[in-house]
């Protein structure tokens, strides 16, 4: 099983650029779909970005597209988000999480293994 825990969070400027990363101390890294979300205070979890167990398939929430690339390493076991011309809008804290279970790509109850967020702030 994937043990999950996000780093690379932090404060930027409306324009910058950050990049994620998600590291697994678990095992079958390389075996789980994996995915990103957000959640802004007093928001619900959001869908961000997915990604396959290969890397060859990847998903984008409308929001985010042509600005966040999700890739991932499985020879290192670590996911990336690279966020770049970011927007106060995109304030929240991140989690990576496995796919675990059957359901949507962009619905949180298929996800688990969720690592602990890593905060990212937007400044105008």
């Known amino acids: 099983q994937v043990q999950l825990a996000e780093s690379g969070g932090g404060l930027v400027q409306a324009g910058g650029s950050l990049r994620l990363s998600c590291t697994n101390s678990?095992?079958?890294?390389?075996?789980?779909?994996l995915a990103w979300f957000r959640q802004a205070p007093g928001k619900e979890r959001d869908f961000v970005s997915f990604?396959?167990?290969?890397?060859?398939?990847?998903y984008y929430a409308d929001s985010v597209k042509g600005r966040f690339t999700i890739s991932r390493d499985n020879a290192k076991n670590t996911l990336f988000l690279q966020m770049n011309k970011l927007e106060p809008e995109d304030t929240a804290v991140y989690y990576c999480?496995?796919?675990?279970?059957?359901?949507?790509?962009?619905?949180?109850?298929?996800?688990?293994?969720w690592g602990q967020g890593t905060q990212v702030i937007v400044s105008s």
């Open positions: 999480a496995a796919k675990v279970r059957a359901g949507s790509y962009h619905g949180a109850d298929s996800f688990g293994s």
């Open positions: 678990g095992r079958a890294f390389s075996t789980y779909a």
């Open positions: 990604i396959t167990s290969s890397g060859s398939v990847t």
